[in-house]
Antibody
Framework: QVQLQESGPGLVKPSETLSLTCSVSGGSVSNYYWSWIRRPAGKGLEWIGRIYSSGNTNYNPSLKSRVTMSVDMSKNQISLKLRSVTAADTAVYYCARGEDIRKFDYWGQGTLVTVSS | EFVLTQSPGTLSLSPGERATLSCRAS???????LAWYQQKPGQAPRLLIYGASSRATGIPDRFSGSGSGTDFTLTISRLEPEDFAVYFCQQYGSSPPYIFGQGTKLEIK
């Protein structure tokens, strides 16, 4: 059974960089699309970006200038970096797998990141 | 701006009843690109339906999806206790490529 687990600091200071890792077990990161998605408190889900196992990326235009995603095949992990965070970036962050670009067939449970000084 | 609007916001039903959840798009959506998910508190979302009407692996046949264009429906034919959760729709399209509905909470009456 494929499982995704997000990890990283739960508290980040304004203007700093949010860094999260998604660890994949029960399957390989190879040949899949990997997305990061977030849900701010009281709001709907927002797609942040996508990386294919080859390293090709697509980012949400609203976040593109601040986002970097990468894949570590040796560790079976995907990472997210979001620079210059503000309180508006406080959210539950999810990683999700797509066997094709249309949908997400596996998700992590999510991790809450709070931006506060 | 592309928007997916789900209704109702909350649906109160009893086990054994039929649930009908709506997802309306502000612009036409290709059937191939509409999916439904279930999420329970503290759990990862689970893919239920993709391509508007295809059940994902392991999803019971009491879950069905239908619709086209701008109006899509998720139907649960006979509610089981474990079906009470939040359901949200998602479309794949232009930019940004993924848009989600705000969700419908299905609660026990």
């Amino acid at each position: 059974q494929v499982q995704l687990q997000e990890s990283g600091p739960g508290l980040v200071k304004p203007s700093e960089t949010l860094s999260l890792t998604c660890s994949v077990s029960g399957g390989s990161v190879s040949n899949y699309y990997w997305s990061w998605i977030r849900r701010p408190a009281g709001k709907g889900l927002e797609w942040i970006g996508r990386i294919y196992s080859s390293g090709n990326t697509n980012y949400n235009p609203s976040l593109k200038s601040r986002v970097t995603m990468s894949v570590d095949m040796s560790k079976n992990q995907i990472s997210l970096k979001l620079r210059s965070v503000t309180a508006a970036d406080t959210a539950v962050y999810y990683c999700a797998r797509g066997e094709d670009i249309r949908k997400f067939d596996y998700w992590g449970q999510g991790t809450l990141v709070t931006v506060s000084s | 701006e592309f928007v997916l609007t789900q209704s109702p916001g909350t649906l109160s039903l009893s086990p054994g009843e039929r649930a009908t959840l709506s997802c309306r798009a502000s612009q036409s959506v290709s059937n191939s690109y509409l999916a439904w998910y279930q999420q329970k508190p503290g759990q990862a979302p689970r893919l239920l339906i993709y391509g508007a009407s295809s059940r994902a692996t392991g999803i019971p046949d009491r879950f069905s999806g239908s619709g086209s264009g701008t109006d899509f429906t998720l139907t649960i034919s006979r509610l089981e206790p474990e079906d009470f959760a939040v359901y949200f729709c998602q479309q794949y399209g232009s930019s940004p490529p993924y848009i989600f509905g705000q969700g419908t909470k299905l609660e026990i009456k």
